[in-house]
């Protein structure tokens, strides 16, 4: 499994698919199935049935979409962006922006 350069709260755009250029905060990433759930991207209905806790009917939400059809955000221009790492001089490691070469900022 590789490295992700995506992380939980990143904004992203959409490369691929019937989303092709929207954009999303990433809500919760799965790491193991290198997917991504991205607020107001790949909505699907589901039929539920009524519990106890739920009411039944046609719900939307958010289904899981592979990292490689997703592209971080430049934090200059918003832009889709290639992410890299690098060294700053305290010596800790960053993403930044390989179009705009800026720092990507955390979001924790």
Do not use: C, W
Request: avoid cysteine; proline fraction near 4%; hydrophobic fraction near 30%.
């Amino acid at each position: 499994m590789a490295s992700l350069k995506l992380k939980k709260g990143d904004r992203v755009i959409v490369r691929t698919g019937r989303d092709k250029g929207k954009g999303g905060e990433i809500l919760r990433m799965l790491p193991k199935e290198e997917r991504a759930v991205v607020r107001g991207i790949n909505i699907v209905r589901r039929h539920t049935k009524q519990s106890a806790n739920q009411e039944g009917g046609i719900i939307s939400k958010e289904a899981a979409i592979h990292i490689s059809n997703l592209s971080i955000e430049d934090p200059e221009d918003g832009k889709p962006t290639r992410v890299g790492f690098r060294f700053e001089d305290d010596g800790k490691k960053v993403r930044f922006a390989k179009r705009s070469g800026k720092t990507i900022p955390e979001k924790n």
